[in-house]
Nanobody, 116 residues
Framework: QVPVVESGGGLVQPGGSLRLSCAAS????????MGWYRQAPGKQRELVAL???????TYADSVKGRFTISRANAKNTVYLQMNSLSPEDTAVYYC??????????WGQGTQVTVSS
């Protein structure tokens, strides 16, 4: 069973919207914060947004006001609503699931391409 599975990526035109989902399997115990990272070609992986178990959020400056992170604790799921997308948002988006232990999980990534 894959511990973390993302979905919702795809091709969208500039100015469009996408919603990413990430589901953590029930085998992951004591989930704490959940987050989204992205990696564009030739660049380092960077934080996009984080949400704590209590709902506090953190965003990269580049996405503030455009992206919204949320979570459904009962479903071990985190979402990323992305609006006003630009070509600079093109990247592979990865989900990260933190636990109360030092261990954290990565998803396999989902491609987001913003192009006309």
């Amino acid at each position: 069973q894959v511990p973390v599975v993302e979905s919702g990526g795809g091709l969208v035109q500039p100015g469009g919207s996408l919603r990413l989902s990430c589901a953590a399997s029930g085998s992951i115990l004591s989930i704490n914060a959940m987050g989204w990272y992205r990696q564009a070609p030739g660049k380092q992986r960077e934080l996009v947004a984080l949400i704590s178990s209590g709902g506090s959020t953190t965003y990269a400056d580049s996405v503030k006001g455009r992206f919204t992170i949320s979570r459904a604790n009962a479903k071990n799921t985190v979402y990323l609503q992305m609006n006003s997308l630009s070509p600079e948002d093109t990247a592979v988006y990865y989900c990260r699931v933190f636990t109360t232990s030092p261990y954290a999980y990565w998803g396999q990534g989902t491609q987001v391409t913003v192009s006309s």
